[in-house]
Structures are given as structure tokens and as C-alpha cells.
């Protein structure tokens, strides 16, 4: 009888749980990575020291504006300066460095021809309609898209303006010479250490 058994339950397969399959784990999908802007044709990365003058300028956040998805400059937004500076960088083969700050200028948001600002004159030389990439902290919430405007004067100043959904703004200041300046990469030593 014994043997009669074990040759039907051989024949018969193994027997069901009795509450149903096993239960097997299934692995969450892995979630999707948050696209970085590139910050490669600048030359810079959050996390930056740059020495500028009396200051150290650390980057914390940053806005990649791109005309027809070329890059045209690059806000990067600082930490530690006295005023809030902003370094504005423009990428080869029209690279410029430059140190600018918030300014209210109520006639930014119109894009005129030329305007004034602090009794200068500023002409503009470029507006164009550009998309934004946003990284970091300390930076505005623009949204994807925006008016930008680019205005100089004759006293070498530069005057820049970004008019978007959530308002217009506007940055002053000028060019700084790459040769002063020292860059810490992220991730190195710095002087806060």
C-alpha cells in the first residue's frame, strides 16, 4: 500500500500551496533620472569656488538659457558674495565672463531699443526667444521659456534681461578678466575647509 501511494503521488506532480502561488517579490522599476543641464561649454559645475577680487564666489544653482538648443549663456548663481553677484558666462567662440547683479529696471520687461539705468545708456544688441534649464538652488523659478535681452553701454557695462510667465528680470555688471580669477573644482580643496 505504501508503494501504491508513493507511485500516485510521483505520477500526480507536486501538491498546490493551498493559499495559492508563492509570492515572488517583483523588483520596482528603477526611477527615471532627472535630466542636468550640461554645464561643459561653460567651463563650470555647481560646487565651483571661484575667487573673485576680495570674495569667494561659490555656485550653487544655476540657469542654462539655449537659443534653438545651443547653449547662449550660462546664470550661475552664487553663495557667500557680498551683494549676491551672479556670474553670467557666455561659451566659445563668444566667451565671456562676467560678474553681474540683480537690478530693478521697470523698462526691461518691454525690450526697448536702448534704456537707462543709473543715468547710462544702455543700446541692446540681442533678444531672442530662448528655453531655460534650471539646476541647483538659489536661482529664480522661470518656468521653460523666455525673452532674453541683451544691452551694453559705452562705458563697457552690460545690462541683461529675462522676461518669462513669472515676471521680468534683470542683471548689471561687467565683464571680468578670466586671468583674475582663481577656479576651486567641486569636489577639491577649498578655503572653507
Known amino acids: 500500500m505504501i508503494a501504491a501511494g508513493v507511485r500516485w503521488a510521483v505520477r500526480r506532480g507536486p501538491a498546490p500551496l493551498p493559499f495559492g502561488e508563492p509570492f515572488e517579490p517583483q523588483a520596482s522599476p528603477a526611477p527615471e533620472p532627472v535630466a542636468q543641464p550640461s554645464f561643459v561649454a561653460f567651463g563650470l559645475s555647481l560646487g565651483d569656488v571661484i575667487m573673485l577680487r576680495d570674495s569667494e564666489a561659490w555656485l550653487t544653482g544655476a540657469l542654462v ?78 518656468g521653460e521659456s523666455a525673452m532674453w535681452a541683451w544691452f551694453e553701454s559705452p562705458g563697457g557695462e552690460l545690462l541683461v534681461c529675462l522676461q518669462c510667465a513669472s515676471g521680468s528680470f534683470a542683471w548689471r555688471g561687467r565683464e571680468v578678466d578670466e586671468g583674475s580669477t582663481l577656479r576651486l573644482a567641486a569636489g577639491k580643496a577649498t578655503f572653507r575647509e
Open 65 to 142: 538659457l539655449k537659443d534653438a538648443g545651443e547653449d547662449e549663456v550660462g546664470l550661475f548663481f552664487t553663495d557667500q558674495t557680498i551683494e549676491g553677484d551672479v556670474l553670467l558666462v557666455r561659451p566659445s567662440p563668444r566667451r565671456r565672463l562676467c560678474l553681474v547683479r540683480a537690478v530693478d529696471v521697470p523698462e526691461a520687461a518691454l525690450a526697448p531699443h536702448s534704456l537707462e539705468h543709473e543715468r547710462e545708456l544702455f543700446t541692446r544688441t540681442r533678444r531672442i526667444p530662448v528655453t531655460i534649464e534650471q539646476a541647483g538652488e538659489g536661482c529664480p523659478s522661470l
